[in-house]
Structures are given as structure tokens and as C-alpha cells.
């Protein structure tokens, strides 16, 4: 098992939660940051899925199965996300909902990552998000037909909780007195949340590493 993965994993998740705490303490940052940047995380997790179907197909010489399964991701995922940017820019952003759903989407993510802290944030939760793929990755046992069904299906749980969690937080951003208070629970139950379920991670796949090396002895 690589070991590095998890430890990087854990310290890109904690830099990342202290950047968008010191934003929204010592730069102003609004509470809707918070929640365009947790909602581009899902975003980045998606397109990390896609590449790892891709690689997985690559690697076990089903390219026609990988291609397949990765349109079919990438066009329910990828809607599934744009309708929750959409809703979350329209109601938490201010921003005109416009003729489509693209655009508010776009402005959302142009006020998220448009300076260099913004930015920052997005490279560190990029970071832990391909150390979370890498895990996941170099602990598979990619021979099995269902592989692809496997992969898809592993962010839907984590992104379901995510979504219910934006959305509560972002009426309760709008409820309390203290937008700001608001964020920074936020920012620590997401952070608390991610260490939980990194944590059960890896004793899930030590647990199917250990039924996997009985099986073959």
C-alpha cells in the first residue's frame, strides 16, 4: 500500500481548510467563496474519476468499455453538478440567473479562484483530491468486469452529503446574523468530515487487502 498518498491526502485537506478560514477572517472573504469553492472540489473529483476510468480501461485493454463508461459519467455527473452550481449561484451568489445555466456557473467559479489565494485553495484541493484518485488507485485490483461501475459510484456518496451540506450551510449563511461565523463551522465540519471519511477509506481497503491475500493463499 502506498503510504505517502494518505498523509498527503490529509495535509492538502487541512491547508486548504486554514486558507479559506484566513480568507474569511483576515480577507473579507464572503461566505458564497466558501461555497463555490467546496462546490469546484466536487467539480475536481469528477474529472479525477473520468481520468481514472480512462486509466483503469487503459491498463486492462478495455478501451471500448472505458470510453463508454466515461461519457456516461461525464454526462450525469457533470449535469448533476451544473444544475447545484446553477441553484447555488442564483440563490447564495446574487448572480442573474441569465438564459442558460452555464453562465451564472461561470461567474461563480470566476469569483471563487479569480485571485491568487482563491487559487491557492483550488491547488490544494486539487492536490488532495489526486491523492485520494492515486490511493484508490494504487489499492484496486482493476481485473474484474464491474470495475467501471465501481469507480463511477465511488464519489456519489461523498458529493450527496456534500451537496446537502452546501446547500443547508448556505441558508444558514443567509439565516444567522454572523455570515462569517457561519462559513468558518462550516469550513471546520467539511474538514472534520473529510478526515472521518478519509480515515474510513483506508480501513476499507485494508480490509479488502486482507480478504484479497486470504483468498490467494
Known amino acids: 500500500m502506498n503510504e505517502s498518498a494518505p498523509r498527503l ?3 492538502a485537506a487541512i491547508a486548504s481548510a486554514a486558507v479559506i478560514a484566513a480568507g474569511v477572517v483576515f480577507f473579507d472573504w464572503p461566505a458564497f467563496t466558501v461555497l463555490a469553492l467546496y462546490w469546484l472540489e466536487n467539480v475536481i473529483i469528477g474529472a479525477l474519476t ?5 486509466a483503469t480501461g487503459a ?11 466515461a461519457a456516461f459519467f461525464t454526462f450525469h455527473y457533470g449535469f448533476f453538478c451544473l444544475l447545484h452550481g446553477f441553484f447555488m449561484a442564483v440563490l447564495f451568489g446574487g448572480i442573474h440567473p441569465g438564459a442558460g445555466l452555464i453562465d451564472p456557473v461561470l461567474l461563480m467559479i470566476g469569483r471563487a479562484a479569480g485571485d491568487r489565494i482563491g487559487a491557492l485553495v483550488v491547488a490544494a484541493i486539487a492536490l488532495a483530491a489526486a ?7 494504487t489499492q484496486s485490483d482493476t481485473t474484474d468486469a464491474r470495475d467501471f461501475g465501481r469507480i463511477m459510484s465511488s464519489p456519489y ?19 444567522l446574523q454572523l455570515p462569517s461565523l457561519a462559513a468558518l463551522l462550516l469550513v471546520a465540519f467539511k474538514l472534520v468530515y473529510d478526515l472521518r471519511a478519509q480515515r474510513r477509506d483506508e480501513t476499507l481497503a485494508l480490509a479488502r487487502r486482507a480478504v484479497g491475500l486470504d483468498r490467494r493463499g
Do not use: C
Open 157 to 175: 456518496g461523498r458529493i450527496v452529503v456534500l451537496h446537502v451540506v452546501l446547500i443547508a450551510g448556505g441558508f444558514l449563511m443567509q439565516a
Open 50 to 54: 473520468v481520468v481514472r476510468i480512462l
Open 131 to 137: 491523492a485520494d484518485a492515486w490511493r484508490a488507485w
Open 59 to 69: 491498463r486492462t485493454e478495455r478501451y471500448a468499455g472505458s470510453l463508454a463508461a
Open 9 to 11: 491526502q490529509a495535509a
